[in-house]
């Protein structure tokens, strides 16, 4: 029987719980002295409860990149720059997808490294539209069309609507937060806002419930709708056996001749500050998110993997419907969003605002923008933090 115990915590998805479980399972055949239990929650329980008061009772812990600002000011995960070695850091540096890498560097220090990459993507059954004899959707207008017939799903719950928010500001020529003053200027918020109103207004407003996970199981389970401009991938639906129809991804669509930029997502393995076996943590850290375990194991066992290696194989490709060469585009593309501390009071926040004009609650997009810009300044004022913490 092992005689160390490595406690993790994941969120509750194939993707996200069964490649971990499967290199625990190799990493104890290599070090039978060591177990590793993987313990799992929602999804929602993963975006919104503070990674710094798990970290006493894991010893690894997968997050999200927009943490990192946090982990910097608390410490209470390591700083794995100076724990792993020189070359296997360089590795993952020379081997990116997109920004997925460096989201969790900030303040000098690496604080996680990624494990699962990921951004919004187009999703479609092509049994569906072939049938039909409709073509994938490469335009906004095209998307809109579809839209008008039914047949168009999307997640719309208000964290998955606040990234896409980003996008149209970006798709109308402005990056969102690069000024200290504003979220966005009003003119290009309201422009977002009322390009994204286009899309939401023709769509059944039970997707204002639905995440990502929900509308590729109601694309996959169903016939009902036939295609999806964006939501974070799950390569997990593009393998066959997995569900009862297979999705294919591919880019999202251009706006106004420019393809869309997707916010990027994914998640990255973090060890606790606190963990009494920190030298098989970070071991089993190295092993699982190497260029080997990535390219092979992990992707094998339902993973979604962070190295660009594993993305350009081609058994991976053959295994997935060619989702990682037909996602990658919207990767290296996509979208790193701020990971200071105090940004998470802004995410979990500013969304409900944005639901609440895409779905007539409100009307007017100009406050909308306005209550984002207050957000934004109380995300930024670690003495307004304080108090609610």
Known sequence: MADIVLKGITWNHSRGITPLQAAAQRFSELHPEVRIVWEKRSLQ?????PIEKLTPHYDLLIIDHPWVGTASETKCVLPLDEYLSVD?????ENNPVGTSHISYQYAGHQWALAID???????????????????????????????????????????DLLMNFYTFCLAHGKTPFESKEYVIDSNIGVQALSTMKELYTLLDAAMFEKNPIAVAELMAGTDDYWYCPFAYCY????????????????????????????????????VSAFSQHRSYALRFAEMICGASYQMHGYTYNEGQPAHKKAWLNELNNQLTNNFFKNVLPVMERSYLRPRYHGYLYFQDHAGDYVRDYLSGKSNNAVAVIEKLNELYHQSLNTRFLSTIE
């Open 45 to 49: 329980q993963f975006a919104d409860y």
């Open 88 to 92: 296997f850091l360089k590795d993952l």
């Open 117 to 159: 990459a990921a951004a919004p993507a187009a999703s479609y059954r092509k049994d569906l539209l072939d049938k039909a004899g409709i073509a994938v959707p490469s335009t906004w207008e095209e998307v809109l069309a579809l839209a008008r017939q039914g047949k168009v799903a999307a997640p719309a719950i208000p964290i």
């Open 235 to 270: 390569s997990n639906y593009s393998r066959a056996g997995y569900a009862a129809n297979i999705l294919h991804y591919t880019d999202v669509v251009s706006y106004n001749g420019m393809s869309l930029q997707t916010t990027i997502g994914g998640t990255g393995l973090a």
